[in-house]
């Protein structure tokens, strides 16, 4: 079960890169929405789900990987930089430039950490860990939306 829990909390093990481990969990975040995308059947509503299973599945797994690491939202958990880099392109054109423009702007945000972003950081255990993160993607794909509907 650790080895699962720890597969799924650094992201495929993207949380073990030696630098940035939360921009090549993003990068994980961007090659999972291009697969759900290449699979071509999966709908707007399917996708909603496929984001909210993941982020409720990342908390699990961010909060277990906590006690394994021992301290509160360790640098190789990145299961929360994939979640939140999903939604910032969801409802977003399956186009290679908005995937750029989202994880650009994901990035932004998630160092930025805008209100209530660092506010919900400090939620206790992985819930805390995916919360910013998922904030961080709301602003992106508003940012994102934004940007496409003005010179799309």
């Known amino acids: 079960m650790r080895i699962f ?9 993207s949380g073990y890169a030696p630098v940035a481990p939360g921009t090549f969990g993003s990068l994980v975040g961007v090659a999972l929405w291009a697969l759900w995308r290449a699979l071509g059947g999966v709908s ?3 996708y909603a789900l496929g984001c909210a299973l993941l982020a409720a599945v990342g908390v ?16 190789r958990i990145t299961i929360d930089e994939v979640a939140g880099m999903l939604l910032s392109l969801a409802w977003l054109p399956a186009r ?5 423009l989202g994880f650009v702007l994901f990035r932004l945000f998630d160092i930025w950490k805008p209100f209530p972003a660092r506010r919900a950081e400090r939620l206790p255990g992985g819930l805390g860990v995916v919360a910013d993160d998922l ?12 940007v496409w509907r003005l010179f799309a």
């Open 5 to 13: 829990v720890l597969a799924l909390a650094t992201g495929a093990g």
């Open 44 to 46: 707007q509503t399917g």
């Open 60 to 75: 699990w797994a961010a909060g277990r990987a906590e006690v394994i690491f021992g301290r509160h939202d360790d640098g």
């Open 96 to 100: 290679p430039e908005v995937a750029g």
């Open 135 to 146: 904030v961080a993607g709301v602003y992106a794909n508003l940012g994102g939306q934004l």
